[in-house]
């Protein structure tokens, strides 16, 4: 079999098929072998695993896990790649390749039809113009189907995700993921391994999904409102931005940063995860008092 990520295969394929990239399903393809191998390797796919492929593209890291995989199960929005993906797939029999949108799909219903029910391990080099909501998507919706996530994203979206308190890249979506998942960078992506290269820098990481989460909240939904309201208006204190969106009042707010020991001008950015978590129970605590 030909392995397609180089780029002599990928211009081949592409000139073969007549088939133009598109810039807005945000087509950059893998041409370097080394960086597939890393990917895969590093998600830790074995043949008792099933994966779920977001983009396959013409097939480049699709054919690298189904060598590796029990079973591989990949979404791809372009209708014009289903063809090219017959045939750069004919020869495995593990696959199985569905023309549809990602952000559309039940990954509930794909793990019943695919793998007894069993959660998936997600693999994927994601187009970039939608990097979070798919992320964000997947792990609101899915994260019971889902064991772990190894995807190639923006080096800047990786830097939020990874971003520490009190950093300018610190915000909702590091707070969330953090919620969520446990956050590993593997390996910086330079653009010559893409084809077209891509103008941002790339990263890959991996999210290994939580089975219990790091914080246990009395409302979920709260606390996730609560991140939002901090994080709408960061340079502002927590009492002006969160009294400013939700129904909690200065005061209301001001006693629960004095009962989880924070001072009255805190900012939303320079709390943790943990800090969240328990303002939010405290804030519900004071509702429910009818203070
Ligand atoms: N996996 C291939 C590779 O590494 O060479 C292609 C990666 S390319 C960055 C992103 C792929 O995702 C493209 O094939 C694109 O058509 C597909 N895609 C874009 N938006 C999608 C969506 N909403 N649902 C499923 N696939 C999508």
């Not at 189904?66 to 079973?71: F, G, I, L, R, S």
């Not at 799909?105 to 113009?129: H, M, S, T």
Request: net charge negative.
């Amino acid at each position: 079999m030909k392995y397609l990520a180089n780029p002599t295969e990928t211009k081949e394929v592409l000139r073969r098929f007549g088939f133009d990239t598109k810039k807005k399903y945000g087509q950059n393809f893998l041409i370097d072998e080394n960086t597939v191998r890393k990917i895969v390797e590093k998600s830790g796919v074995t043949k008792e695993d099933c994966v779920l492929e977001i983009g396959p593209g013409i097939g480049t890291m699709t054919q690298i896990l189904c060598e590796n995989a029990k079973k591989v199960v990949a979404v791809e929005i372009d209708t014009g790649l289903i063809p090219v993906l017959e045939e750069t797939l004919s020869g495995f029999e593990n696959v199985t390749v569905i023309n549809k949108d990602i952000l559309k799909c039940d990954i509930g219903e794909l793990a019943k039809e695919y793998n007894e029910g069993r959660p998936f391990k997600v693999v994927a080099n994601l187009p970039y113009y939608i990097t979070t909501p798919i992320i964000m998507g997947l792990l609101e919706e899915a994260s019971d189907h889902i064991e772990s996530l190894t995807i190639m994203i923006q080096k800047e979206v990786a830097d939020r995700i990874n971003a520490e308190p009190g950093t300018k890249d610190y915000g909702a979506l590091t707070l969330a993921v953090n919620y969520y998942s446990e956050i590993k960078k593997v390996a910086d992506v330079s653009a010559s391994c893409f084809m077209p290269r891509p103008n941002v820098d790339s990263t890959v990481i991996s999210l290994l999904v939580y089975m219990e989460k790091p914080v246990k909240v009395n409302d979920e939904k709260g606390l996730f409102k609560l991140i939002k309201a901090a994080f709408a208006q960061r340079r502002k204190t927590m009492i002006n931005s969160v009294s400013a969106v939700t129904d909690h009042s200065k005061e209301e707010i001001k006693s629960a940063l004095e009962l989880i020991g924070k001072p009255e001008n805190i900012r939303g950015e320079t709390l943790s995860l943990q800090e969240f978590a328990a303002l939010s129970d405290m804030l519900s605590v004071q509702k429910n008092n009818g203070m």
